[in-house]
């Protein structure tokens, strides 16, 4: 997932709010707590943080069309967010917690109703704010099928592995 586009380091942030999500899910909590101490939650995270490139891997697909995305938008050697966000500038405020296509898609939309209400029809601006909303829906259908495909099954797969490992070796006890 290093192709043209999002950087290693997005991809890094992405990969840690959606572990910290999917570690905070009912379905993750309920199956911590199934397995009574077997395995804790930061054991889980740092297998999880250990197996991200395979994680990742199951979610090519929505990533490639994010980057597809996103290149049609800001060609294919724009900085990554992580980079333009590194220096960012005075009086930003809260827009820094929005990703880049998020704000593209807001800055676009005033824009086009701007242009819109001057009696225009269709503008160039129009056809960015489509553009920019098209990355802005990649990259949620990459992150959610990062979580459910990717992470969740993951961590549920590693609890369930812990418990059977526990089982096995309770009942070769009973059995010795």
Do not use: K
């Not at 992580?82 to 998020?102: E, S, V």
């Not at 099954?153 to 490992?165: A, D, I, T």
């Amino acid at each position: 997932m290093t192709d043209a586009g999002p950087s290693v380091r997005e991809v890094g942030v992405v990969f840690e709010r959606m572990l910290d999500q999917a570690l905070n899910s009912q379905q993750v909590r309920d199956a911590l707590d199934r397995a009574a101490g077997v395995c804790s939650r930061e054991q889980l995270r740092t297998r999880a943080q250990e197996a991200r490139t395979a994680i990742t891997a199951a979610v090519a697909v929505e990533y490639q069309a994010y980057v597809r995305a996103r290149s049609a938008v800001t060609g294919p050697h724009c900085p990554a967010d992580g980079a333009r966000r590194a220096a960012p500038a005075r009086g930003a405020g809260p827009l820094l917690l929005l990703p880049a296509a998020a704000r593209a898609v807001l800055r676009l939309r005033v824009t086009r109703r701007g242009a819109r209400s001057a009696g225009g029809g269709r503008t160039p601006a129009d056809a960015e704010a489509d553009a920019a909303a098209d990355v802005a829906r990649a990259r949620e259908v990459w992150e959610l099928a990062l979580l459910e495909r990717g992470v969740v099954p993951f961590l549920l797969g590693r609890l369930e592995e812990v418990l059977m490992r526990e089982r096995g070796d309770r009942a070769g006890r009973r059995s010795g």
